[in-house]
T-cell receptor, first 113, second 114 residues
Framework: QQPVQSPQAVILREGEDAVINCSSS?????VHWYRQKHGEAPVFLMI?????EQKGHDKISASFNEKKQQSSLYLTASQLSYSGTYFC??????????????FGTGTRLTIIP | DSGVTQTPKHLITATGQRVTLRCSPR?????VYWYQQSLDQGLQFLIQ???????AKGNILERFSAQQFPDLHSELNLSSLELGDSALYFC?????????????FGSGTRLTVV
């Protein structure tokens, strides 16, 4: 099943913060985050492998709650360059081994000056 | 430039036809993944190859097939095309079979079936 992302879209002014959530109905092994600008390829941001793990670079960070099967992406003091559609990709955990990356439907982030 | 090369960038063809999309992975990457992206479906996983062998299959139609060659480039063949096959097709690559260092995507092939 496809992970559910929320919100579907958000508009921010430069300098504001945003949180994007990703929830799965299945046990997860890992969560990836990607950003896709219009007409371009998705670009890898980070991967979280362990429950409770938090990662970040610049002002973009993410957390992974394995028990709740959720991940959140935090964008702090947003810049115009942060605009784009953010996708989470989840790798499920099953008795047959880890499953392939399944992407959420995306969150469209628009930053205005 | 991500290092993953996809050709052609655009393709317009008629229903019932067959097309081949090509992907060269980033240097050193052994895994190739194919994804289909349409407006209402997001990124849908089609198939993965690792070092020449099929590794995983997603919701790939029987009309679609793929392969990875000894030089690691991959081709996705789409036949008996229908209007609903119109989409952006992405190829991605990763070093290992699990993609734990993330996927690197190519710029995609936009397929329009008329």
């Amino acid at each position: 099943q496809q992970p559910v992302q929320s919100p579907q879209a958000v508009i921010l002014r430069e300098g504001e913060d945003a949180v994007i959530n990703c929830s799965s109905s299945k046990a997860l092994y890992s969560v990836h985050w990607y950003r896709q600008k219009h007409g371009e390829a998705p670009v890898f941001l980070m991967i979280l492998l362990k429950g409770g793990e938090q990662k970040g670079h610049d002002k973009i960070s993410a957390s992974f709650n394995e028990k709740k099967q959720q991940s959140s992406l935090y964008l702090t003091a947003s810049q115009l360059s942060y605009s784009g559609t953010y996708f989470c990709g989840t790798e499920g955990r099953s008795n047959f081994g880890n499953e392939k990356l399944t992407f959420g439907t995306g969150t469209r982030l628009t930053i205005i000056p | 430039d991500s290092g993953v090369t996809q050709t052609p960038k655009h393709l317009i063809t008629a229903t019932g036809q067959r097309v081949t999309l090509r992907c060269s992975p980033r240097s050193g990457d052994l895994s190739v993944y194919w994804y289909q992206q349409s407006l209402d479906q997001g990124l849908q996983f089609l198939i993965q190859y690792y070092n020449g062998e099929e590794r995983a299959k997603g919701n790939i139609l029987e009309r679609f097939s793929a392969q990875q060659f000894p030089d690691l480039h991959s081709e996705l063949n789409l036949s008996s095309l229908e209007l609903g096959d119109s989409a952006l097709y992405f190829c991605a690559s990763s070093v290992g079979p699990q993609g734990r260092s993330g996927y690197t995507f190519g710029s995609g092939t936009r397929l329009t079936v008329v």
